[in-house]
């Protein structure tokens, strides 16, 4: 009996964890390259972004006014991400916050916290996600 109950647990998770991904209505793009928005003027080059490389977190992780179903808003879309100001740097309104801040859902935030729990993270150096222009 026991046996039988711990088989449909085992399965019943299987089922979640391979049918969850698939209720998305949007797809992830593939590899790609984040610049600052149009108009803005770039301090440091581009950098290199797979939605592969992160595809074990769920979209809203860093999607996180997504609703689930809507199409995906650009991190400096109207009312989010769009202080490209030096000066504002800080506030959670800039541009430059979305990518570093303290925060779980920036890429340097996550990195550095996933560093700090000794579990494999992503880039944590200037250098290593901007690389120095040739
Ligand atoms: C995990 C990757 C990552 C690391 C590490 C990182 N950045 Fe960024 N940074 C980004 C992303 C993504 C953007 C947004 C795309 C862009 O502007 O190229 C960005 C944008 C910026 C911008 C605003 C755009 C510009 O070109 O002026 C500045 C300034 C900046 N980063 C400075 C730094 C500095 C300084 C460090 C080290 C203390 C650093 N970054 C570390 C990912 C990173
Ligand atoms: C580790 C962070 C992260 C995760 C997890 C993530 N994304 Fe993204 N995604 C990004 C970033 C950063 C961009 C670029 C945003 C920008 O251009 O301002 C992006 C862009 C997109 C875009 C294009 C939006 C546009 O208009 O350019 C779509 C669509 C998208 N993601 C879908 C997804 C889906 C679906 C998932 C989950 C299966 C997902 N993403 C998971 C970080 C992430
Ligand atoms: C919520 C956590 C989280 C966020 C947010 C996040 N990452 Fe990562 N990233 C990871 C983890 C975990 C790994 C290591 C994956 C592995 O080695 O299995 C990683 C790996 C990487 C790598 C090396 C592997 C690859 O995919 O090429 C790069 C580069 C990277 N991240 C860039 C970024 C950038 C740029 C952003 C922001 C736009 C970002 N990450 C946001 C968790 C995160």
Known sequence: MK?????????AALVCAFALPSLYAVDAP????????????????PVAFSHKGHAALDCAKCHH???GKA????????GCHVDTSKKGKKEPTSFYSAFH???????VGCHKAMKKAKKAAGPTKCGDCHPKKK
Do not use: N, Q
């Open 3 to 11: 046996k039988t109950l711990l088989i449909c647990m085992v399965a």
């Open 30 to 45: 593939g590899d790609m390259v984040l610049k600052v928005p149009a108009g803005a003027k770039a301090t440091k080059s």
């Open 65 to 67: 006014t997504w609703d």
């Open 71 to 78: 199409a995906i808003k650009k991190c400096s879309d109207e």
């Open 101 to 107: 801040a303290k925060k779980d859902m920036s890429c």
